[in-house]
């Protein structure tokens, strides 16, 4: 069309019909780009509200100089968390999986506790379990402040909860970020991927702060703090001189270095017995004008 309009090679296309039509492109394309930006946007509240939170929880424990009664909370709510699961409410003892919980609170809690025999007791129930637990656990930890001090098991007990949450949320962000990658694929099945992206997302975040809990309680009941033994002194240095000739040490004794180096011997005499210590590239004393090692340190 343009070259039966006349239009030559080489000359600018300017028209009206093509400048709007090239202003329509870039609307559509603007405000593609725009719809791209503000869906993301949404996606990335949904962390920023997680990141809130913990960033929250986080400067008030750096706050704290004793978090004993956070770590007493994490390991009552965990316990509660186990019986729940092996103990259905409203259930009878017989109906108890008494076996799996003595098993998981001996590897998650590292506690021999006789459950299966607690539950042959006649008019036991599911809170009494869950108090004897729970008493035996609070008194390993309580072992441990009297055998390491209160000081040292508080600051341990900080330790342990910010390098766990710290571990346990960069992992969590890496999890967001791959959920996001393949979220897209519920659109095949008429889903709002956006909405999937926010449930799949709160549950990953509870449980984050289960795994919190349960890593922080496991690590705490079993950890045993070992003294550092005292750093031993190195012997005393001594240098020597290898002959690069015959690879002979040319010192009977080990050559003490002072701070101004080897005494030197008189550099003005003729004999070059009286010279002393020369380094080999350093001039030779007889007034040559060569290096040492090309001239009298060569006869050496």
Same mark, same amino acid.
């Given at each position: 069309?343009l070259?039966?309009?006349?239009?030559?090679?080489?000359?600018?296309?300017?028209?009206?019909?093509i400048?709007?039509?090239?202003?329509?492109?870039?609307?559509?394309?603007?405000?593609?780009?725009?719809?791209?930006?503000k869906?993301?946007?949404?996606?990335?509240?949904?962390?920023?509200?997680?990141?809130?939170?913990?960033?929250?929880?986080?400067?008030?424990?750096?706050?704290?100089?004793?978090?004993?009664?956070?770590?007493?909370?994490?390991?009552?709510?965990?316990?509660?968390?186990?019986?729940?699961?092996?103990?259905?409410?409203?259930?009878?003892?017989?109906?108890?999986?008494?076996?799996?919980?003595?098993?998981?609170?001996? &590897? #998650? /809690?590292?506690?021999q %506790?006789?459950?299966?025999n607690? *539950?042959?007791?006649?008019? +036991?129930?599911?809170? @009494?379990?869950?108090?004897?637990?729970?008493?035996?656990?609070?008194?390993?930890?309580?072992?441990?402040v009297a055998?390491?001090?209160?000081?040292?098991?508080?600051?341990?007990?900080?330790?342990?909860?910010?390098?766990?949450?710290?571990?346990?949320?960069?992992?969590?962000?890496?999890?967001l970020?791959?959920?996001?990658?393949?979220?897209?694929?519920?659109?095949?099945?008429?889903?709002?991927?956006?909405?999937?992206?926010?449930?799949e997302?709160?549950t990953?975040? &509870? #449980? /984050?702060?289960?795994? %919190?809990?349960?890593?922080?309680? *496991?690590?705490?009941?079993? +950890?045993?703090?070992? @003294?550092?033994?005292?750093?031993?002194?190195?012997?005393?240095?001594?240098?020597?001189?290898?002959?690069?000739?015959?690879g002979?040490?040319?010192?009977a004794?080990?050559?003490r270095?002072?701070?101004?180096?080897?005494?030197?011997?008189?550099?003005?005499?003729?004999?070059?017995?009286?010279?002393?210590?020369?380094?080999?590239?350093?001039?030779?004393?007889?007034?040559?004008?060569?290096?040492?090692?090309?001239?009298?340190?060569?006869?050496?």
């Amino acid at each position: 069309m343009l070259t039966k309009l006349g239009l030559q090679e080489g000359e600018a296309i300017v028209h009206p019909w093509i400048n709007k039509a090239l202003e329509k492109a870039q609307q559509k394309v603007e405000a593609r780009n725009f719809d791209i930006r503000k869906n993301l946007l949404k996606y990335d509240d949904v962390s920023n509200d997680q990141r809130k939170v913990i960033f929250e929880q986080r400067i008030d424990l750096m706050r704290e100089t004793d978090v004993s009664e956070t770590i007493a909370d994490m390991r009552h709510a965990v316990i509660d968390e186990m019986v729940t699961r092996h103990i259905p409410p409203n259930a009878y003892a017989e109906q108890w999986d008494t076996e799996g919980l003595e098993n998981e609170v001996r &590897e #998650a /809690l590292g506690l021999q %506790l006789p459950i299966q025999n607690w *539950a042959k007791e006649e008019g +036991i129930a599911d809170d @009494e379990v869950k108090e004897r637990i729970t008493r035996s656990a609070d008194e390993v930890m309580a072992g441990k402040v009297a055998k390491y001090g209160t000081e040292l098991m508080r600051y341990v007990e900080k330790s342990v909860l910010m390098q766990t949450l710290d571990h346990l949320w960069r992992e969590h962000l890496v999890m967001l970020e791959h959920l996001r990658q393949v979220v897209g694929l519920r659109g095949f099945a008429q889903r709002d991927p956006l909405n999937e992206y926010k449930s799949e997302a709160f549950t990953l975040f &509870e #449980a /984050l702060l289960g795994r %919190l809990r349960q890593m922080v309680s *496991a690590q705490l009941l079993n +950890i045993e703090i070992q @003294e550092r033994p005292p750093e031993q002194q190195l012997p005393e240095m001594h240098a020597s001189h290898i002959d690069a000739t015959t690879g002979e040490d040319d010192a009977a004794q080990p050559v003490r270095l002072t701070s101004g180096q080897q005494a030197k011997g008189d550099r003005t005499s003729q004999n070059p017995s009286d010279w002393g210590k020369v380094g080999r590239n350093e001039p030779c004393p007889c007034g040559s004008g060569k290096k040492f090692k090309n001239c009298h340190g060569g006869f050496a």
